[in-house]
């Protein structure tokens, strides 16, 4: 009887040792070891993640792997392997921005169309969704505001074809000698004597900045207002009293209460806006100016569209003749160029904002 | 009843001015377009046609259901474009759905570095050029290429983790306690509570594919595999060639606004019931990591 309560009082020492060992051991193995367990426990969550990480991969990452090719020739009668084949270095960047040949001219002129476009857009395109939500947040009376609101965020759902379509269609110019009708807003300007009967508006180098800009505004100032809309209703009522107190005015009172109340989204929507100011929608251009004569580009070519037709993949090249080895070079290179300066925009607002007013998106 | 004082009256008469003078000038295309659809030829090319619809026919919108030389590639492309908008949405919401949902597990593994792959995309693209010829290279040049390679948005999947997120633990911890697997968690627990993300999400994703234009145009070479939005495109420019179209009982413009009218009528049809969703969207979106 003693005996064994011995043995037993021995077996409890061995059990704490062997439990000592057991941790032990646990702390022993490999992080990679304890990574594969979580890894197993979680299977069903990483095969979730499959699809998501091959998409990305393949139409995300790859996409910027190719970027190499703006340093290589690229010839598909030699190859077909964009990494297969020869290296030239910066050839197509520097002969793009410093050579002789038409091109670096309409390199810079395409560079010189995109700020000011951006320049324009920035100019009237963004404080209008700001006033337009100033002027929502006035109307107290729900039922009207809120079908004027979703009225006006309904071209945003619009395609941009369907918008160029209307565009070419409302601003076609009339033909006197064969009994055609101008398109309807070119007929009315030509009844208010603004322009001839036969103004091409969409074809005209002078008008194209002016059209696209407004366009954009009806496009998207309805729906652009709703994150400053929401930013003004976030606003105390309370602070509005407390001005009123005070003494101020209407004016007063945006401008000491609801504009700094706003003032961390206008920080990050402007930031956005200056990010993008390389990245004026390629789309809309090309529909805007495809059916019209070339001259139009003398301010409508952008970056983007420069691109596309340095690559020979959509609009005319003319101008742009460049030796075949040499297209995706050159088209890649342009590319690059867009993106490094998009990139140092982003991060160059986003410091600037941070130190200017302690908003920064990241 | 608060007091108002002058400022505060004149500005709000100016609100109601302009906002209704904007709510106008938004609507009036649309009106001009229906108008301009179904007048008659003698109206349009006599510039009668302004606001309402003047001799109203019908004939340039029937002519779609009547004249196979109208109708054939229009519906065609219309049924192309069905096809692109119902396969591409199942696939983006899919492929979406399962990033959010594992995004939006605390205690994934390696959790900051997938997301920041995802997320990295939002601010670096390699560019048009580069994106051209990887399709190019991985051959997405058919119907099936236009629905997986395209459409899966950082933006969205970060969007619908964040509701995810937002969805109380002790609910998913009853249902691991009876049993649940992971898929069963999303499917009965996750996806009925975040309806309305999932609706914004879908409505995102499926108006981007009805709208899809320069890549569908570029990549696709079977012009019988051409959306509409391509179609239509061609219908348009057609009616600017003033040498054809004294054939037709109807004007061509009327032709490309009536066009147009059959384009948009399915958006037009469904936002009312959908607006709600996406003025919530927008503030949901917010990038936090």
Known sequence: MNLEK???????????????????????????????????????????????????????????????????????????????????????????????????????????????????????GFPIPIILALLFSEIKSDGFRSITQVLTYLPKFISTVVITSLLFLMLRPGQA??????????????????????????????????????????????????????????????????????????????????????????????????????????EKIILMTENEVHWVLDTADVLSTFILRLGNVYGSSAGLSLPPDLVRAFSTSADLFNSFIAMFLVLGANFISRRVSDTSLF | MKRLDTSEIIFKILAYVLVTLFALATLYPFIYTISASISSKNAMDAGAVVFWPVEPDFLAIKAFFQEPEQGVRLWRSYTNTLFYTFFGTIFSMGVSIFAGYALSKSKLLFKRQIAFFIIFTMWFSAGLMPTYYNYQALLVSNRWGIIYGFGVQAFNIILLRNYFQGISQEIEEAAVVDGANELQLLTSIYIPMSKSAIATVTLFYALSRWNGYFWNRI???????????????????????????????????????????????????????????????????????
Do not use: C
């Open chain 1, 6 to 124: 011995e043995r037993n009082i021995i077996s409890y020492k061995e059990l704490e040792a062997l439990r000592e060992e057991a941790i032990f051991n646990e702390m022993e193995k490999s992080k990679v070891q304890r990574y594969w367990l979580t890894l197993k426990s979680q299977w069903p969550i990483f095969v979730m993640l499959i699809p998501v990480i091959v998409f990305f991969l393949l139409f995300r990452y790859r996409p910027i792997l190719e970027l190499v090719i703006g340093f290589k020739s690229f010839d598909a009668n030699i190859t077909n392997n964009t990494f297969a084949s020869p290296w030239i270095g910066f050839h197509a960047l520097q002969e793009l921005m410093f050579g002789t040949k038409e091109y670096t001219v309409l390199f810079w002129r395409a560079f010189r169309n995109t700020f000011t476009i951006s320049m324009y857009g920035l100019l009237f």
């Open chain 1, 177 to 282: 000698d064969a009994n055609i009708q101008p398109g309807v807003i070119n007929g009315f300007l030509v009844w208010l004597g603004a322009v001839p009967n036969e103004t091409n508006l969409l074809g005209n180098p002078a008008y194209f900045r002016s059209i696209f800009i407004l366009s954009d505004i009806w496009e998207g100032a309805g729906y652009g207002s709703i994150v400053y809309f929401a930013a003004i209703m976030a606003i105390s009522p309370t602070s509005y009293e407390a001005a009123k107190i005070d003494g101020a005015n209407k004016l007063d009172q945006i401008r000491y209460v609801t504009l700094p109340g706003m003032a961390p989204t206008l920080t990050i929507m402007l930031i956005l806006r200056i990010g993008g100011i390389l990245s004026v929608g390629y």
């Open chain 2, 219 to 289: 990549l696709v070479s079977n012009a019988n595999e051409h959306p509409l939005q391509v179609i239509l495109r061609s219908i348009v420019a057609e009616s600017g060639d003033s040498e054809t179209g004294f054939d037709y009982p109807y004007s061509l413009r009327s032709l490309a606004y009536a066009a147009i009218v059959l384009s948009v009528i399915p958006i037009i049809i469904i936002y009312p019931y959908l607006q709600k969703y996406f003025a919530k969207g927008v503030n949901v979106g917010g990038v936090k990591e």
